[in-house]
C-alpha cells in the first residue's frame, strides 16, 4: 500500500512487533502497511469514531486481513488491556491529548514496548510530560507532506533519560540535532519564519503585555538561530 508522506514516516519508525495499536486509526492505512511489510504480526485498528471505524473495517475486508487486523471502537487506550500489544500508534492527534490518553490508561502505555507519537500540536508540551513522567525519547524524525513538516517521537517507557540543558531543545527534538536530520535546517527555518510574522504583528502594540510577548519571542528566535548556527552545516 502506498502511503502519504506523514503516514509512511510513521510506518517506517515503529519497530518490528508481535503485536501493535494504532489508536485514532481513522482509515487504518499505517496498520495495514505494517502488516503487509512484515513489521508487525497482528494489528489492532482503534477508534472513537463508528465512521472511521467503518472505513478499516472496509479496508480489512478488501485486503483479506481478517486474519491478523481487528477493529475496537472506544476511547484512547480504554480498548487495550496492560501488556495486550508492544506497540501503540498515537498520530494526528494534539500533542496534548496524547498526554492526556497516557495518562489515563497509564497502565496500558507502561506496559508496551514503545510508543509511536506523531503530534500535531504542543509538540515541545508533550516532551516535557514524556521526560517529566519516564518516558525515554529513543528515536525522533521529521517528515514533510506537501507544505507542512510534521515530528514523530519514539518514546519508551523507563527509558532513562536525561533532561536536556537548555528548554529550547524541547521545541526542537535534541534526537534530531544528534543525528543531523536532513530536515532540520528547513524545519528551524520554518520556525523562526513563523515567530518573525508574529512580532511583526505586535510591534504595533504599546501595551505592557504585547512588548513582554514581543520580547519573549524575539528571545526564543535568537535561540532557534544559535541552535541552527550550532549545528546545521
Not at 508481535?18 to 503487509?36: E, F, R
Not at 489492532?44 to 480489512?60: F, H, P, R, V, Y
Not at 477493529?71 to 494534539?94: K, Q
Amino acid at each position: 500500500m502506498d502511503l502519504s508522506g506523514r503516514l509512511k514516516a510513521i510506518a517506517d519508525v515503529v519497530p518490528k512487533s508481535h503485536k501493535a495499536a494504532d489508536i485514532g486509526t481513522d482509515h487504518g492505512y499505517v496498520p495495514l502497511s505494517l502488516l503487509q511489510d512484515h513489521r508487525i504480526d497482528y494489528a489492532i485498528a482503534a477508534d472513537i469514531s463508528a465512521g472511521s471505524l467503518n472505513k478499516a473495517k472496509m479496508l480489512i475486508r478488501q485486503y483479506h486481513m481478517e486474519h491478523c487486523m481487528e477493529t475496537r471502537l472506544g476511547s484512547g487506550l480504554s480498548v487495550l488491556t496492560p501488556g495486550e500489544v508492544d506497540t501503540i500508534i498515537l498520530a494526528g492527534m494534539g500533542g496534548l491529548l496524547i498526554c492526556d490518553i497516557l495518562e489515563k490508561d497509564e497502565a496500558v502505555a507502561r506496559t508496551a514496548s514503545a510508543l509511536v507519537l506523531q503530534p500535531m500540536t504542543a509538540q515541545a508540551e508533550l516532551r516535557r510530560w514524556l521526560v517529566s513522567n519516564r518516558y525515554g525519547i529513543a528515536q525522533e524524525d521529521l517528515a514533510r507532506e506537501e507544505q507542512r513538516i510534521y515530528e514523530l517521537i519514539v518514546a519508551v517507557p523507563g527509558l532513562e533519560a536525561a533532561k536536556p540543558d537548555q528548554d529550547i531543545y524541547y521545541d526542537i527534538g535534541w534526537k534530531l540535532i544528534e543525528e543531523r536530520h536532513p530536515l532540520l535546517g528547513e524545519f528551524i527555518r520554518r520556525k523562526i519564519r513563523a515567530l518573525e510574522e508574529i512580532v511583526a504583528q505586535l510591534e504595533a502594540g504599546k501595551t505592557a503585555s504585547a512588548m513582554a510577548r514581543r520580547m519573549e519571542l524575539e528571545e526564543r528566535i535568537r535561540l532557534y538561530k544559535e541552535v541552527f548556527h550550532c549545528h546545521i552545516r
